[in-house]
């Protein structure tokens, strides 16, 4: 059963209900249209209850229930899960913190990825699994693993963190120089000396650090390809295989790399914040998402139908959400909507994790709005395959994110995330719709690209910058960005150090200002969180601080260079100020919003075919309707756009199948 | 000496001065008419030197001394601080935290109380002591132990829970199946796999935690019970055994199954707030106390003369206050009033912990209020062995507690003891007296029961809730009560699952709400911290939402089930509408306060003999004369009430002997 | 090549850079005035490779080099960071946190100072440094270890803290006196009972804790002695031999005892504040340093010329304060101003903190302002070996520091350098010159002397202070002093038990307050953190309580005894009223500013000669021009005072030569 069309479903984990609730599902998933279920993501202790010893009957059953009722299977491989079996016989594999402790089983991920027995333990159980169901008609995807995140200090890490350093290095002369290991006596003598980054007096070394956190997404992603190649030797060419990426905290992954050795970008997704600033924060996951495959298909694996995380709390989704969530990822590629989970759990860790049939069962709001959410899914079936175009970029580099999150570092308020999330919100709010690039790939398709947050980046980086700039492009670059190379070294001679001369400045010193403080600005802003000493040297001045020890000096620059222009923003404006100056650099670069004049909180958003259809996404997450310029055929209502306009109630969204043909 | 009247004293440990602080320590007992104290709780090291060799001279100095004063000796097993031999000579029964980290001596409590050789020992120096001590004339009380608190992760405790878990489970898959071992592939294949819920990389298994909590409940209790019934085997059968529970924070134990071996309920309590919040805590704690006995006599074993514990320093009390907390004890059936400790040391971890004796010396406030509230307890000799009964109680289940502190339920703001003692704060404003009670347990005798926090709910429980409302009680459930089963597994199909016929409604979502924000309802009134998405099946709805997503759906509802009612509040009130509630319902429930009309902060209390006499206290927390009716004798003042009514001083006390008898 | 002269410089470590940047280093230090740089700080990896193998080459070549630049040297010993091969060959000698944690390198200062294999490996590269440049001229001083602050929990040093503790107290029964091992059966039995004071279940014992830091102390001042001794074998005796003490959080040093071993003082002060608090935080530190040698010269080896360290970022300094801190500290008896570093390193752990040579290079405003500076030290050649003195002193002792950061006192908000600072300030803002001084010391040299917080006081030291009063001196004591001995066991009968006679009073009751929470004073102030129930036996009663528990009780008191005064403070004062008070005892006491009519924040100092002359700083770190009254010739300007007295711009400073012969 292959892939095709939009996807519509969850995980689904029968080994924790009876037949009697299966019978139950089987009603219910044709009541909800849903197409698509990850299968096996927890059932590792199941499938091989004992070491080397195989059960695969119950879940042959399974797949044959499924594939009866229509429903095509992710096949997940379940060695995120070890069972505890795994703890008693390889207790060396268990993970190992930086401050020595040793956990155990009694959740899940309890394994040291560089672990051999793991690592052994892992592809003997996906290879079974696919000589098993490699060619069961159910299976329409292959699902590795469960979110990659974990790290280990322990000694097989330390073995396999000095191997990977010989690759990259060479030598430990030039291991030395990078991590510029003269200061605190810290040179190493031999390969052995070299430990990973665990407890110590004070602050580690930011080269090392920043090294063991390359060497574990690199590490993951060999355990990724382990267990990809050893499913791909049984199943099908056309049947993908991927994995699921957790966005947006989990910051051990390079998702670039993932990204090219995947078949197709799947992601987990949950909200961060209720109203407004979740639906922001959905677009910022989904078009990072889109972007980390560079054109490939995506999809969102997981979100919630009612989770909103907080730090202390989760907080339910409003009505209407289930549906506008979905549709915010598929109107930004996702060929499909999953959730997790099918049914929410009576007993273990995530039994409060809310699911797609809640504990109060089908007779509920949030069945209801599944069952509506996979109705409208069903209606997009046509839109599957088609892509996304975006005229912006901002610069996404896991490189950058791991150097900034380094102790040591002038200001604690520095947050990659955040900026990052900050900066895309601004083009959201303008109804621009926006990529994600990595510095070192091709811009030269962007009419404007910001880098928020570009702490580090590489001479390759920085010459593609300035390749993008002379071409022709516009580049906003933000405070402290450039100032330190690929082996989190300064470089000297004046900030930003790689990306002076494309913009026209020379940084004398950063002032990270204090917690809450402001400082006025020439055109009646305020910067807050950092300001820089700089002198113009070809740039002009936008902007002037103008009180304080840097009063006159530029504070916001923009520079011709070559048949670009690059700007530099040298403070954290406040958000209002942000927004008009991404406005004014949006205007000056000649890109215009999706659908001009639409309020705050409305999303439109285009997906294209290589046959040159279009379909118009608008998502309205306000509580009043809007009317929205467009012309064709309405696809959820499954009726024509109206001479007058496409009237889009409060808190609804409507698909465009865009073309005066529609119209009629 | 039996223990007669009402106890006054304190834990006295004179190893810690020298002979001519012992002839002023005589005076002074008999100054502040002491009669009781805790003799060598502390005193381990001394007793026993050296492993084996035990030296009781000093202390059968000490014994004598106390007799001759007229002093009875509440005698300590010295268990709770094993001496630094100990360590040495066990190190494998130090205590091993969750991580990993193995305690040593250096305070209090480094043992781990699942230790063979721990409990051995422990049980060694109790019996050689009762051995020694069981006919002395001056012991008139065995207390074992010190505030049994203690959990540890260690081997030792591994094996022991693993037997726990035989015992409770009987089978592996009876465990898998309770525990929900299905998620996250937890399944346990041998008993041998389980372990303490140590380090791991995620949430733990709820239903694991759950269990590890009751597990080193019932360890206590086995370790308890060893100690007593050493002890027991050589001291007359008058003598009572007990140990001192510490009150409020200390959760790892189960305080009813304690209150069954007991045989009277020793408590500590330190006050947590400063005015009036401080003496409604007083009274939680002392309601509580005296339910876990069920009817046994109770005693106040540690108070502090000076202490209110804040989480970053400790306030001193009041004038007045010495008094006024020991009467708040002992009108709530305290047969009498011990302080933590006699003499306040000058050395060691708890030298700053106030006492009866204070460092300056007897020519203090604190000694002259300390010996006029000896004084007061004296007056009240004729009291002792009375009770106190209560039409209310509060549903109190440690099970409850534990499954409420578990990782991953939906809001940080689930505070279980918080949350009992609201309930019981808005009681004691109302001027009811209050017991708590047992989910299980016989509830027929209230008129109302209010389960403020019941989020575990055995079935034995909901059955036992059930007959009580069927036979005519009035129940008041609060939120998130009653939705997961004595093994923490959810009761599916709607909320709250084991009581949703008893309150006629059904709920669909919990909605917990953000910090701080509210949610209006009909009445005006705000909601907090939680709503919830339920219907009415038969119950009335008294108030509803009135904005937001649960815009007219219940709020509070009322249900007339069989000769009772059951009443549900779906939301945290705020304090004023949540008073106006409960006085609803006290009014609807036939509760009336035990003094009528007296103003906030004034307390009023019976206890009453079993030949019908009774006795009302009143406690004047306010800084205003109070005029109380009642009739007969005041017993501090020794003088008959006069016609007018009771007058109490601001910050002052008073002790009624009712009937018209006395009144002339 | 002596050490005469103001010196100027900083930390310099050429093994980071190339050739080239040698090249620049010598023309940039030319400029710069420097005439002194710490070298070798971090270099035992490159000088000693592997163990026992040295390489002094390249050293001889830079020291060479520095001679030629006529740069002298503080040639460094680099114990402070053990190269790797140490870890690999000697892992028993890593530090161990109190929780068992072994930390491992990575960063600096990974050894546990009592371990054998250091103090070994230390002992042979610092004699092996000092033989091979005992005589080399460029070589002016010997700056052993860097910042001496590590404690350790490891089992050799529990040997030795075992070794210390019989030394101490010669017998157990004396050490478990001194501890009131009574308290919580800790009994020691025999002296391998005793280990440090590891992770255990609640609050370690007061005694054994404070033993625990005076251990640690004396074996930083052991290991040091140890290398200074080996290297004073090798060197002629006019070099001086000192290491460099971090102020002002380090506070695992008793700074008096290493004053009394260092040839000169030398100090590590990093502003915490911006503004006028920042220099106010200088004036504390080089008061404290200048203090600490009791009259020997003492010399800032570190300052940041852009660092301001707050908990959560690092603020840049503003124009003019290299100067003005450099000068703050040279007023008050500073022979020059160092700084870490002479060139901001391109990596490693401190790659952002701020340096004399900028990553920007010398063309910035700090490398500018840091040359000016230089100049201005430069013009202050006569001034060096002149010293200050003082009318007044605050007491100082790391045992009363140690004895109040323990757990289990009143409140957490008795802060030791906080309150210690606060009584500088007030002195500083009235103008004065402050001395530090020793309990125990003699005293009688100054008008008035504050203990802001003397918890622990020792026999003698209360013996000193009497002795102080009775001679005529004014003592200011404030709350919660002198009352405990030197084993931290409380002084009973009446607090402040060692202070009672000399300030007339007897206290009852420490009574802190609610966290905010104030009380009326009788002369209309506040109050705050803490408040104490006394009564006067001589003293008069100054300020009362005006409210609460303790109305119409003293708070403040003052006390005529023997020819002396003695003030006792119970509360912590506003700031406004505690600088009122300030300034009436210091009137009283017949203390006058060093210039009078100073406006707030802007610093008048003296040094004075052997052979009469004097010199005024003023630092004017305000935002006006000041008009300061003096006569003489200003050496920053090089001209003299006009006769209307010495102009000083805002944010600059001055040094005059005082004398009418110099206004001509």
């Not at 995120?80 to 594999?93: I, K, N, R």
């Not at 398709?445 to 570009?454: E, K, M, T």
């Not at 917690?515 to 113009?536: K, N, P, Y």
Request: glycine residues 10%.
């Amino acid at each position: 059963m292959p892939l095709t069309g939009m996807a519509f479903g969850g995980d689904y984990n029968p080994e924790q209900w009876d037949e009697e609730t299966w019978k139950e599902d089987d009603e219910l998933m044709r009541r909800a249209r849903v197409n698509l279920v990850t299968v096996g993501v927890f059932s590792w202790a199941l499938l091989e209850p004992e070491e080397g010893r195989h059960e695969f009957g119950w879940l042959d059953a399974q797949l044959e229930r499924l594939h009866a009722n229509g429903v095509r299977v992710d096949l997940a491989t379940p060695t995120a899960s070890p069972p505890p079996w795994f703890t008693l016989a390889h207790p060396e594999a268990m993970p190992v913190t930086a401050d020595g402790t040793r956990l155990t089983h009694g959740s899940r991920d309890t394994y040291c990825l560089a672990a051999p027995a793991y690592r052994r333990a892992a592809a003997r159980i996906a290879a079974a699994l696919a000589e098993r169901y490699g060619d069961h008609p159910a299976v329409a995807m292959w699902h590795i693993h469960n979110e990659y995140a974990t790290v280990c200090h322990c000694e097989q890490s330390a073995a396999a963190f000095r191997v990977w350093l010989r690759a990259r290095h060479g030598t430990l002369d030039a291991l030395n120089e990078a991590w510029g290991t003269a200061f605190w006596s810290q040179r190493y003598g031999s390969w052995e000396q070299i430990m990973p980054p665990r407890a110590t007096q004070w602050h580690p070394n930011p080269g090392h650090t920043l090294d063991f956190r390359r060497f574990w997404s690199d590490e993951a992603l060999a355990a990724y390809r382990e267990q990809r190649d050893a499913v791909r030797r049984h199943i099908p060419s056309s049947v993908p295989v991927t994995t699921n990426l957790m966005l947006p905290g989990y910051q051990n992954l390079d998702l670039w790399a993932f990204g090219r050795e995947v078949d197709l970008v799947g992601i987990d997704h949950y909200m961060d914040a209720p109203g407004v600033d979740g639906d922001a924060d959905t677009a910022f996951g989904a078009d990072r998402a889109r972007s980390f495959g560079g054109g490939k298909p995506w999809l969102l694996i997981e979100q919630g139908t009612n989770t909103v995380y907080l730090p202390d709390r989760v907080l339910p989704k409003d009505p209407g959400r289930i549906l506008r969530s979905s549709l915010a990822h598929i109107a930004r590629g996702s060929d499909g909507a999953l959730f997790f989970q099918w049914r929410q759990s009576r007993a273990g860790a995530e039994m409060w994790h809310s699911a797609m049939v809640p504990h109060a069962g089908p007779d509920t709001r949030i069945f209801r709005e599944t069952a509506a959410t996979g109705e409208a899914v069903a209606a997009l079936d046509e839109i599957a395959g088609s892509t996304v175009t975006a005229a912006v970029a901002v610069l996404h580099d896991a490189d950058a994110w791991w150097a900034l999150d380094t102790d040591g570092l002038p200001s604690a308020e520095l947050d990659y995330p955040a900026t990052l999330k900050r900066a895309h919100r601004a083009l959201w709010d303008a109804g621009v719709t926006t990529d994600f690039a990595h510095p070192e790939s091709d811009l030269s398709r962007y009419r404007l690209v910001l880098a928020p947050s570009l702490y580090l980046v590489s001479d390759a980086g920085a010459a593609s910058l300035r390749r993008y700039v002379e071409g022709g492009g516009t580049l906003l670059v933000q405070y402290f960005s450039g100032v330190v190379d690929e082996h989190h070294r300064v470089r000297t001679g004046g900030h930003p150090g790689a990306l002076r001369e494309v913009l026209g400045i020379r940084g004398e010193e950063h002032r990270p200002l204090a917690a809450g403080a402001g400082v006025a600005l020439s055109d009646g802003s305020t910067g807050r969180v950092w300001s820089e000493l700089l002198r113009t040297e070809g740039a002009e001045t936008v902007t002037s601080y103008a009180a304080g020890p840097l009063a006159g000096a530029p504070a916001v620059t923009r520079h011709r260079f070559g048949a670009g222009t690059g700007w530099y923003l040298s403070t954290g404006l406040d958000e209002g100020a942000y927004r008009v100056l991404v406005a004014r650099i949006l205007e000056e670069s000649g890109v215009a919003p999706e659908v001009a004049g639409l309020p705050p909180g409305v999303e439109a958003v285009r997906r294209r075919s290589a046959d040159g259809r279009s379909w118009l996404f608008v998502i309205n997450n306000t509580d009043r309707e809007v009317l929205v310029p467009a012309a064709g055929h309405e696809l959820l209502a499954a009726g024509p756009v109206p001479p007058e306009g496409l009237s889009v109630p409060a808190g609804c969204a409507a698909v465009v199948r865009e073309g005066p043909e529609a119209a009629c």
